[in-house]
């Protein structure tokens, strides 16, 4: 009841802020309903130590696409007075096959609805993403797209692992965030855990101005079995655009990871890293740094490296990166041709069933 009481109290203490910012007035509402598509064919080159062949197949654009396929429904309501509420409902599916992504749940993408200040901030109550997806964003071209995305993970020896850790949604998330302050942003979010799920909680910090932009993110789970605080995982990211180039990249620090975390920050269900010698790790260090060049009006490439280090206690630790590039067509605002590639890095390469992947794909949206 204490975990519930803590919530509800900081649910209320919001809403009240909101509410006091802007007088009632007559509502005015509107209703969106969208609709994006995304599907590529890709081929990998598995390692040699893998335990793997290579292969190609067709996959949804959540792999390694610009975005993942879903469709939605957006309302929004003017309550007058800069106040104002709404909803997004966003399910995720998988265009190469017609099924629901995010594990068959209806809304998977996010499901939330909202509260907003133009003097104070805004609120969220329900399933969306984590502060730390945003961050990663900043630091890599296409931003979190294609073969070049750090947070896209790979199969070693049979079994998932994460590059840089990013979940990257989270359920039952309330989340608080400030307007814009002369270009700084604050933002929050606790997760009470429910079932069986770990408590979590995030907070971010950005800063952004002309071609200039950076942002900070720390988050944690607290263990419901054990009551410690574990995947503590801090992000930094920054970009800079000087038009005919953009410069991008970040770090992210993990430390005392665990698998029984189901919420928010977590690793999956595997932390044995396979390589010349196995062993579990508990924290890991990850950098990318990449460019982005747009080439007229219709064309944006791009290309970046990645690496991070798995390692535990004991001063065991390996390493995997990879290189990529990628490049972008806009047939119009809405519909767009890409193609990229990577290769892997580091002693993990020959471990991992993605060691070469190549990719070609088209997304469009309405």
Known sequence: MKKTTQISNLSLAACAALLAAAP???????????????????????????????MTAMNDGTTNGLNGSRWGIRTVEDLGGGLKAGVLLENGFNADNGTFGQGGRAFGRQAFVWLSSSTVGELRLGRQYILEDSVMGLSNPFTNALTLNPGTGVTNAGKALPLWLNAPRADNVLQVQSINY????AAAQVAPGEGTADRFYGVKLSYGQGPFNSALSYEWNRSRTTGDNVNKSLTVAANYNFGVVKVLGGVQRNRDLATTSVNGAFTGNNLTVTGTNTFAMDHSDGTTIGVEVPVGSFVLLGANYTRVKYANAAGQNDTLG?????ARYALSKNTFLYASASQATG?????????GVTQIGVRTAF
């Open 24 to 54: 009632a007035a007559q509502a005015q509402s509107s209703v969106t309903l969208f609709t994006l598509v995304d599907v590529n064919v890709s081929h990998y080159s598995a390692g040699s130590r893998s335990g793997a062949g290579s």
């Open 322 to 326: 990879k290189v990529a590039v990628g």
């Open 182 to 185: 002369g270009g700084f942003q």
């Open 347 to 355: 002693g993990l390469k020959d471990f991992v069933s993605q060691k």
